[in-house]
């Protein structure tokens, strides 16, 4: 059977004949994470929000690493894999490329992803592969009980850093830009709300998206992003993005971001230079240095915090492209026999 071209983020698949509801989207394997992590917010959301894709469960696939997040699989009702540490991007690679019929999703944390797992992240984001990638990041390793992380902040007291981190640590949303990701995001797994506007943006999207999700893991990170959580300084330590609209943030919108005149962008006080001098949001601009400077801002500790979509950006696709080629490749010289190539001898003529 021909499988038709996929359109837009989704891969085109059979609709479900009714509405799924959350239980459908729910294994019956008891969950096992610490009570009160930040995981159950986004396994909830995911569990809500699946529904909405319209796909039939046996169509979506969520593939993890290792770690505490890399459990996700076994609690969403769809087919998944627990796979290799790190190697969850690459696994999905091979599964997106070979089945466009089927919506993939790979979950891991700053670890799977930053560490063992960075260069098949950023390859993955460089081919745009038809992947949705959500990194929750708690700054910690918590399967392993509590070492730092590659996003841990400088002076990070842990077992394996008793005298204090000295890594200077990365920041995953700007890592992903760099990496010329078609679609990159952060969010917050305390914010139900945001957090499934941003996965379905991303799920919308065609290509590589990349979602950092901000998460609270409180037996050895508790409080990392209390500054952002925290009613008497959310307001003022988040920055929530919105594409169209100019970049202000604090009690009543009084701060604001625009471009500096030195170059880069600068914080200020919309009072003192007017709405018209502030940074308009523009996800869908081709170049992403301004979503560069936007993700510099700050980085938890130090300064604020943008949220929201950064950039949203058409491309082709690699598994689009390498299903176009062997289309063209068998349209020429008909379509192969793997067989008997293997075992024609000990040399192969490629013509």
């Known amino acids: 059977m021909t499988i038709p071209e996929p359109r837009n983020g989704m891969s085109l698949v059979p609709a479900a004949d009714a509405k799924a509801t959350k239980k459908e989207f729910t294994s019956d394997q008891e969950v ?64 997106a490329t070979s089945r466009p019929d089927l919506s993939v999703w790979v979950v891991g944390g700053d670890g799977d992803f930053m560490s063992i797992g960075g260069n098949h992240l950023i390859h993955a984001l460089r081919r745009n592969v038809n992947l949705k990638l959500l990194m929750f990041n708690n700054r910690i390793y918590g399967l392993t009980k509590g070492q730092y992380s590659p996003t841990s902040e400088v002076g990070k007291l842990t077992k394996s850093t008793p005298y204090g981190s000295i890594d200077f640590p990365f920041n995953p949303v700007s890592l992903a830009l760099g990496a010329e990701a078609t679609f990159v995001a952060r969010t ?58 100019p970049v202000r943030f604090g009690v009543d919108g009084q701060k604001g971001v625009r471009l500096s005149p030195q170059g880069g962008l600068d914080v200020v006080d919309v009072a003192a230079v007017g709405e018209d001098a502030l940074l308009v ?34 491309r082709p696709t690699y598994d689009d492209q390498v299903r176009r080629q062997i289309d063209d490749a068998v349209a020429t010289s008909g379509p192969g026999d793997l067989a008997a190539l293997l075992a024609s001898g000990d040399t192969w003529t490629i013509s």
């Open 188 to 245: 917050i797994d305390s914010d139900r709300k945001h957090l499934t506007s941003v996965l379905r943006a991303a799920a919308e999207h065609r290509g590589a998206a990349f979602v950092e999700i901000l998460q609270n893991c409180d037996i050895f990170n508790d409080g990392a992003f209390d500054l952002l959580k925290k009613p008497e300084t959310r307001d003022t330590a988040v920055v929530r993005l919105e594409h169209g609209q």
């Open 281 to 314: 949001h523009d996800a869908h601009a081709p170049e992403p240095a301004t979503a560069f400077m936007l993700s510099r801002l700050g980085n938890v500790d130090d300064g604020v915090t943008p949220v929201g979509v950064l950039r949203s950006v058409e």
């Open 32 to 95: 096992r994470w610490c009570p009160g992590c930040g995981d159950y917010a986004i396994l909830a959301a995911m569990q809500s929000f699946l529904p909405e894709l319209g796909l039939r469960r046996e169509n979506v696939v969520c593939i993890s690493g290792i770690g505490c997040a890399a459990r996700f699989p076994y609690y969403l009702n769809t087919y998944g894999m627990h796979s290799i540490h790190g190697r969850a991007p690459a696994i999905a690679t091979g599964l």
